[in-house]
T-cell receptor
């Protein structure tokens, strides 16, 4: 158990819909990262938050957004879903943003868009 | 932007065979290097990491990796694999300076290892 909690574990939804994925980081970790894992693209970095503020953006679509709340949990919102958005979405957390530190990953949310 | 190359998409070995998985990265500055393992249906788990110091790092489950700065490489090794090592292995790189971008991990596409009993 990494200490990073993601809910839900599985999500099945229809095209055009909107979903919210939730991540609770390890206790004390200020930085949260979201990754998308798909068969064709591999593990792609989406976005990072640090202590409530957006720190970096990767290959995140405009239909996707995220935020980190004062209690440090984070939500990833995916809207106008397409079949190609079906993937495993991982959240990771680390103590700080920079420097030498490792990230711990959650179990992931498997999103299936039908 | 950084990129990470893992040379082998799928490796099949018999138990007790030796393993070496290649990883090369593009960024020339100071980096942190990681190997993660993902067992079927599970999340990513850290096998080992290199931050500084001895370029030969030892991780869990008998794995080790060698950082060769001149070759931009961080290859993963294990002298004798077991059936339980069947999993997907990911090399990842993180730059340590904000000037080089943010601090997210950049992953390779992964190498699937199948160990035959």
């Amino acid at each position: 158990d990494s200490g990073v909690t993601q809910t839900p574990k599985h999500l099945i939804t229809a095209t055009g819909q909107r979903v919210t994925l939730r991540c609770s980081p390890r206790s004390g970790d200020l930085s949260v990262y979201w990754y998308q894992q798909s068969l064709d693209q591999g593990l792609q970095f989406l976005i990072q938050y640090y202590n409530g503020e957006e720190r970096a953006k990767g290959n995140i679509l405009e239909r996707f957004s995220a935020q980190q709340f004062p209690d440090l949990h984070s939500e990833l919102n995916l809207s106008s879903l397409e079949l190609g958005d079906s993937a495993l979405y991982f959240c990771a957390s680390s103590i700080i943003s920079g420097g030498s530190n490792e990230a711990f990953f959650g179990q992931g949310t498997r999103l299936t868009v039908v | 932007a950084q990129s990470v190359s893992q040379h082998n998409h799928h490796v099949i070995l018999s138990e007790a065979a030796s393993l070496e998985l290649g990883c090369n990265y593009s960024y020339g500055g100071t980096v942190n290097l990681f190997w993660y393992v993902q067992y079927p249906g599970q999340h990513l788990q850290l096998l080992l990491k290199y931050f500084s110091g001895d370029p030969l790092v030892k991780g869990i489950k008998g794995f080790e990796a060698e950082f060769i700065k001149s070759k931009f490489s961080f290859n993963l090794r294990k002298p004798s694999v077991q059936w339980s090592d069947t999993a997907e292995y990911f090399c990842a790189v993180k730059s340590t300076y904000s000037g080089a971008g943010s601090y997210q991990l950049t992953f390779g596409k992964g190498t699937k290892l199948s160990v035959i009993p």
